[in-house]
Structure formats: C-alpha cells, structure tokens
C-alpha cells in the first residue's frame, strides 16, 4: 500500500513537500516513482528515486525545482517541491515500480496540490 | 520530451473490438520493449493492463492484449463490457534524461 500526504492550496512562488508512506512489502528493495496529472488532463511522469536512494531522476518540467529523496527507515518517500507554479496543479501519485516488468504496479490514492494565489 | 500520441477518444459497442494507438520516437517507443498500458477510472488511480508491450498481469483479462511495431505501440480490447469505459494511458521508457514518457490518453466510451 502506498498513501500520499502534504498537498494543500500554496501561493505561486512558495514551497511544499509530499509524502508517500509504504506498508506491506520490502520498502528497500524498490525504485519509486511520482506521477502528476493536472485537473481534466493525462498523466505526466515527475520523477524517480532508485531503491537504495543513490539515483534519481526528473522530467525537465520540475528538474532543478523539485527533489525526490527517501527515508528507508521509515518507508517514505518525499517529493520537495520548491518555487510552486500555477502549471504545478495537479494529483501527485506515488506509484512502485515492479523490476521485472518495468511498469507501475501499485499506486497510492494520490494527494492535491493547488497552486494559486 | 514530448508526450505520446494518443486518439483523444475512441468507442465501440458491445462485444466489438477496439484498438489504441500510442505513437512515440525512436528514443522511447522504438527503442525498448518497457511499454506499459494502464486503465484509469474517474476520480481513481492508474491500473497497470499492460505490460512490456504484451503481458498481461495476473488478474487482468485476456480481453486485453498489446503489440508494438517500430515507434507505434497499440491496446486491443476484445469483446468489449461496459465496465471497460475509462481513460486508457501507454507510458515507455524513454532513453535520455526523461526516464519515463506517457501518452495524452484515449477515452473509450461504450457505446
């Protein structure tokens, strides 16, 4: 199981951090993804994290303004997101990557992030 | 990166067959076999349907089957329920900095 926490209404400019909290497998031994989709629209892929916390990437819509990190002591992964913009509205998913198939196994109920002044 | 292409919509009756398509690039769809289908209800997280271009996991039906050819990847649906009516999205690996790569995604409505 994977739930998402930290979205709210936050002013343009200004900062949030997600959290996406793990339960019922080996926290350690997966990369975990998070997934937006802005209201009305598709998904659009933000950002990994490798398992062992040592590689991460970004889509360049977020790069050098968001950071995925991830506690595995306590099965959490974050997603900081800093200098919120407006095009920043949407769902934020966590969402577990199965190794052998390459694909998203589990996702988490998702949590909003309104950015508006 | 660009996102997939995707038919913003496609419908069909009962019992009938559909088939989405997902155009990408040389750089993410041509280039692998991770190309993933999920099934999206409203108001509710993304189902994997598909998975390295046409395995199906455990629980979901054979209704549901993928091919890909060159950059273009597609979705069957055979035999075509009404609880088949949703949002559907193909997503690849993309091999540059981008890691992964979604499509616009298709409504299918049951007619």
């Known amino acids: 199981q994977l739930v998402e926490s930290g979205g709210g209404v936050v002013q343009p400019g200004r900062s949030l951090r997600l959290s996406c909290a793990a339960s019922?497998?080996?926290?350690?031994?997966?990369?975990i993804h998070w997934v937006r989709q802005a209201p009305g629209k598709g998904l659009e892929w933000v950002a990994l994290?490798?398992?062992?916390?040592?590689?991460?990437y970004y889509a360049d819509s977020v790069r050098a303004r968001f950071t995925i990190s991830r506690d595995n002591s306590k099965n959490t992964v974050y997603l900081q997101m800093d200098s919120l913009r407006a095009e920043d509205t949407a769902i934020y998913y966590c969402?577990?990557?199965?190794?052998?198939?390459?694909?998203?196994?589990?996702w988490g109920q998702g949590t909003l992030v309104t950015v508006s002044s | 990166q660009s996102a997939l292409t995707q038919p913003a919509s496609v419908s069909g009756s009962p019992g009938q067959s559909i088939t989405i398509s997902c155009t990408g690039t040389?750089?993410?769809?041509?280039?692998?076999?991770?190309v993933s289908w999920y099934q999206q209800y409203p108001g509710r997280a993304p189902k994997v349907m598909i998975y390295?271009?046409?395995k199906r996991p455990s629980g979901v039906s054979n209704r549901f089957s993928g091919s890909k050819s060159g950059n273009t990847a597609a979705l069957t649906i055979s035999g075509l329920q009404a609880e088949d009516e949703a949002d559907y999205y193909c997503?690849?690996?993309?091999?540059?900095?981008?890691?992964?790569?979604f499509g616009g995604g298709t409504k299918l409505t049951v007619l």
């Open positions: 390295e271009v046409s």
């Open positions: 019922g497998f080996n926290f350690n031994n997966y990369d």
């Open positions: 040389s750089s993410d769809v041509g280039s692998n076999n991770l």
């Open positions: 994290i490798w398992y062992d916390g040592n590689t991460k």
């Open positions: 969402a577990r990557q199965n190794d052998a198939w390459g694909a998203f196994d589990y």
């Open positions: 997503c690849s690996y993309a091999s540059n900095t981008t890691l992964r790569v």
